[in-house]
């Protein structure tokens, strides 16, 4: 079978709740991917930052095969050897007393609202069912109901409704005083991301996560940053919110905790907010499997051990330098932190993610006119080069 024989198959049987390029990828290794004919690709989207340590990561599929050997599902009915590890690998290279392991980056977005609510009711004395997350436009923390409910991006909500509107106001993305009106005696909590990510990488003022997190200290609510693309090195520091010298109350993570291998997702807390969820109350068959833990301990090592947030920083500087110097009309902003990129056009992104495919190099375009490029943390300064020459000539010859 070739690639048009697996698109048509694609077309015909599964759901289209996608837009991919038409690629058809059989194999990847470090920054690139192979398609079915042989033919490779740089790849500049990671799985959505995903696969930060790079594809099929020799040290991760190690222990991924080990552990596959052993025992891969026990449910949380009973204990396994690997997750107690993972807990320890967490609080060690984070300083939160505590994690909630699940699968999904929408599922732990689920558990920090869960978790904020039940604090709420338990700790702060908020009436019954009366909670409120605040919430920033633009925002995107994945596709369940309760999430897409909180969403003002009509091709995640519009269609799927009804939701519950007044449990998370919106306030606008990096304005203090608008968040700050907002709140109201029912307030928990505010959610946000450090960066915005599929919003288009729309990094906030400077002095914003730094107000947020007083504010929700002033007000004694909490403060939930969601670092589940921001996080584990993309915006060249561990995570995002250190920009700002911060420390949010919990800490959502997700994507590259899995090294491209095996869904695993988390929140970080302390103890006194972690601790307000009882046994029963929440989890799931496949949070905190053995397999998942094994590999997410492998995936955070080997983020320290291969100095992916100091290269995230420093090639990220650098490609999105040589991107500010590309003549190209066209181009309205780059907005980057680390090695994740937003480049902002006058136009339509999509016709030349489509020409830099066929250039060999994978991208994907966010809302109608920014392309995103992030791709894997163990890219090298040749092949970024290797990239700038591709995008400098599709960018100044379309
Ligand atoms: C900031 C943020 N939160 C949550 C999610 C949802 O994660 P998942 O697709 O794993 O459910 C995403 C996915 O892109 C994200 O970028």
Redesign the pocket.
Known sequence: MNSQDYIALEEQYGAHNYHPLDVVVHSAEGAWVTDVEGKKYLDCLAA?SAVNQGHCHPRIYDVFVEQAKNVTLTSRAFRNDRLPLLYKKLHEMTGYDMSLPMN????A?ETAIKTARRWAYDVKGIPADKAEIVVASGN????TTTIVGFSDDPSSFKGFGPYCTEAFPMHEYGNIEDLKAKITPNTCAVMI?PIQ??GGIVIPPDGYLKAVAELCKEKGILFIC?E???GLGRSGKLFAHYYEGVRPDIV?I??ALSGGYY?V?AILADKDILGVIKPGEHGSTFGGNPLAAAVAVRSLEVIEEENLVERSAELGAYFAERLRAIPSQHIVKVRARGLWIGLVLDTKARPYCEALKEEGLLCKETHENIIRFAPPLVITKEEIDWALERIEKVLTTI
């Open positions: 959505y999904s980056g929408a599922e977005v995107f923390h994945g596709r991301e990510g599929e969601d589940i693309q921001a959502i997700g994507k869904p997702s």
